[in-house]
């Protein structure tokens, strides 16, 4: 135990997940660390969850950094007591309750979200509940394999309760880095110039008198599943190098590109590793996310340095990371989110935003959030921290979902997360769109002609030639037309629609297994 708590004051605060768990009131607000399920709490959790089994009356707002693992989502909203979530979930069970309208979901940018807690835009937050590796001898956390708004919380809250999870390597201290930013008209520029810069500490400033109950666990992360790369994402990766291989031989990006940012899931890895056989090489990443394709480009030798909020390796991969992290140690970093997604650091550095969509209309509207429109999926996450900040702001998407029963380009998206102003580029596994500098009905060729799927490109071209012959020429539309695209699907096919969507939702809670078509889906987050 002296290895992980350091701090003799705090010796007497150590007590069971059950003890812990009594602390948490009705309507009280809970922040949490955790962030694309690594990082997060997961005993004191369910013990909350036994309390509301039992009959206790406890109904909780969970704010996280993003998503979490089943041992919190699941339970908790399952159990009646999540009441409130921000900012960002991928949990079924979770998901399935806020369609339901039985917890209030407010989806925010993960970059906003530190600030809005610390300007008690969500209310005072009650306690903070944190895993750790260790607590230095001074009281201060050394997180694990996340940071996400632990910081925040542990600053905001009036109780801190840390979880010391003994299954995650206490290695992992060192390779954080803790940097606060203050609320205007205080604030200053962030001192970071470079992916590799150090700018805070190692651990995060905690007065110690606020830690009412250390809880010690060793319950692994329950990270998800990677797919391999299949021919569409191997095509979308393949499609995606020889553009940004044009980049550099027209000299706007150089040798070695810029910052690299992808978002979570399979596509965003699949496409991200595709640079693994490119000839690309001194490449950094900027991200909030280090999963897989990450680990891969460092050890290719291609990647000398990665920078996020989480490190999000796949369950078949995570204890071979392990063994081998001291070899990785001196090239990874992690950052509050509130620096991994700083829209100044992204303009600043000059980051390439590699994110995925849900669907992408003909004049560059992106939905990456919400299915048919009204059912939401994950969350905007930090998609448009990247999008509207990057050097150059990219979208993938295969050109086809639900095994071609849906085209993922359409003639107007059912729900808009980022605009056409915010989008340069559009792959999918038929080509690239590069709709820099052109207008609306430049954009609409390109994206049908370049982008759509044969099976449907004269069907989009035909809602684009009927739109041209309306009164207004600028971003023609056929109001009408454009929606009945999504209502013949909750019509004609609502049957086996519907039924596909809840055979894709409907997962084991316990260890969140996906399907293939979901987590291509997810990979909409910047997650």
Excluded at 72 to 87: F, I, N, T
Excluded at 264 to 273: E, R, T
Excluded at 322 to 346: G, H, M, V, W
Aim: some cysteine; glycine content about 6%; hydrophobic content about 35%.
């Amino acid at each position: 135990m002296d290895s992980r708590l350091r701090c003799k004051y705090l010796e007497n605060k150590v007590m069971t997940a059950e003890k812990a768990a009594e602390f948490f009131e009705d309507n009280m607000v809970v922040g949490t660390s955790g962030f694309t399920p690594a990082g997060y709490p997961k005993a004191v959790p369910l013990a909350i969850e036994k309390r509301a089994q039992n009959g206790d009356k406890i109904g909780l707002t969970i704010i996280t950094g993003a998503s979490v693992g089943p041992e919190l989502d699941a339970a908790l909203s399952e159990s009646g007591v999540m009441k409130r979530r921000y900012p960002y979930q991928t949990n079924s069970t979770c998901r399935n309750l806020i369609n339901d309208d039985k917890v209030a979901y407010s989806d925010l940018h993960l970059s906003n979200a530190p600030q809005w807690v610390k300007a008690g835009f969500l209310g005072n937050v009650d306690i903070a509940l944190i895993e750790a590796v260790a607590i230095t001898e001074e009281g201060n956390i050394i997180p694990s394999t996340s940071i996400g708004n632990s910081n925040v919380f542990v600053e905001c809250a009036d109780k801190v309760i840390v979880e010391i999870n003994t299954s995650q390597p206490v290695d992992l201290e060192g390779i954080h880095d803790v940097y606060n930013v203050v609320l205007p008209p205080n604030r200053e520029a962030i001192p970071l110039t470079k992916v590799d810069d150090r700018i805070g500490t190692t651990y995060i400033p905690c007065n110690k008198e606020k830690i009412v109950g250390i809880v010690f666990t060793d319950i692994k992360d329950k990270t998800r599943p990677i797919d391999s790369i299949d021919e569409t994402s191997k095509k979308m990766a393949d499609n995606l190098i020889k553009f940004l291989e044009n980049e550099v031989k027209e000299n706007r990006l150089p040798k070695n590109l810029l910052p690299l940012q992808s978002g979570v899931g399979s596509v965003a890895n699949a496409v991200l590793g595709g640079l693994v056989d490119s000839d690309f090489e001194d490449l950094v990443i900027y991200s909030e996310v280090i999963q897989d394709s990450a680990i891969d480009l460092i050890e290719k030798g291609k990647v000398k340095f990665a920078s996020g909020t989480s490190l999000t390796i796949s369950p078949e991969r995570l204890d071979d990371f392990y063994r081998k992290f001291c070899t990785y140690k001196d090239k990874l970093i992690l950052r509050p989110q509130e620096i991994s997604n700083n829209p100044e650091i992204a303009r600043r550095i000059g980051v390439i935003a590699i994110n995925t969509a849900i669907e992408v209309d003909i004049y560059g509207n992106v939905n990456s959030t919400n299915i048919m429109g009204s059912r939401m999926m994950n969350g905007i996450g930090g998609s448009g921290d990247f999008a509207r900040n990057g050097y150059l702001s990219i979208f993938t998407t295969e050109s086809i979902a639900k095994k071609g029963d849906i085209s993922s380009i359409v003639p107007m998206v059912s729900h808009q997360d980022h605009s056409e102003h915010d989008v340069m580029v559009v792959v999918t596994e038929r080509g690239v769109a590069d709709l820099r500098g052109l207008s609306p009905k430049e954009r609409a060729v390109k994206i049908i002609e370049n982008c759509a799927h044969p099976d449907y490109k004269e069907e989009l071209c035909d809602y684009f030639y009927k739109a041209c012959e309306g009164k207004y020429k600028h971003t023609p539309h056929v109001l009408s037309k454009a929606l009945s695209w999504h209502e013949r699907f909750m019509q004609t096919g609502s049957m086996k629609e519907n039924k596909l969507i809840n055979e894709s939702t409907e997962m084991n809670s316990q260890n969140e297994m996906k399907s293939k078509d979901e987590r291509e889906i997810e990979g909409a987050e910047a997650h």
